[in-house]
């Protein structure tokens, strides 16, 4: 096995020491100039967040490892921006989101969940390819959606058109828009020759 060697790349007041021989590459990442380095690549270069945490822990990372930046930027290689992750899988948890799409992780376990319409049906969390389900079926989407739009039609109120001045919910149940209320629209008012019958 080879023994550690390495450099700071940091100065104590937590600047960075600027070379011309580091470059940016096209991935966004920082690549600073080590030819000694065992796993430096394009004549010597290595990255430079890994290289930071080699330092810190003191030895030479594997391959598998990953360096994960918590701010999400990828030139910010300051030691406490910087979290070493033992996998791939690990690294890919970190970057997901409450309401992210991304798909099972191998260590997730697919538990048992109600379905969001509110039906009372249980199925797997997760389909046979690993996606994320939140309905047991189309139906219940789209059972959900109008549930949803009943819930904010029934709190649009309107007066009847007939002029008794009745207060009535614009939307009945099926989303169709209402004018009358039950019975009112039965009063039809026709004018012809300047007269108004009834």
């Keep these: ?7 700071a790349i940091y100065n104590p007041a937590g600047k960075r ?3 011309h021989s580091d470059r940016v590459k096209s991935n966004g990442y920082y690549a600073v100039y080590l030819p000694e380095h065992p796993f430096a690549f394009g004549k010597g270069y290595v990255y430079e967040h890994r290289h930071i945490i080699e330092l810190q822990i003191g030895r030479y990372l594997d391959s598998y490892e990953i360096v994960h930046h918590k701010d999400g930027n990828k030139l910010n290689n300051i030691t406490e921006n910087l979290e070493l992750c033992s996998s791939i899988a690990e690294h890919k948890l970190e970057h997901r989101g409450v309401n992210s799409k991304q798909k099972r992780l191998p260590s997730e376990s697919n538990v048992l969940i109600e379905c969001a319409c509110g039906c009372q049906k249980k199925f797997m969390k997760y389909d046979k390819y690993g996606r994320e389900r939140k309905y047991f079926s189309f139906g219940c989407v789209v059972r959900h959606k109008r549930i949803i739009r009943q819930k904010e039609q029934s709190k649009i109120l309107t007066s009847c058109s007939c002029g008794c001045g009745t207060i009535i919910c614009k939307y009945d149940r099926y989303g169709r828009e209402r004018k009358y209320i039950s019975g009112h629209n039965n009063t039809k ?3 012809r020759h300047g007269k108004m019958y009834i």
Excluded: R
């Design 17 to 19: 020491k600027t070379k």
């Design 189 to 191: 008012k026709i004018i």
């Design 1 to 7: 096995m080879k023994t550690f060697k390495g450099k």
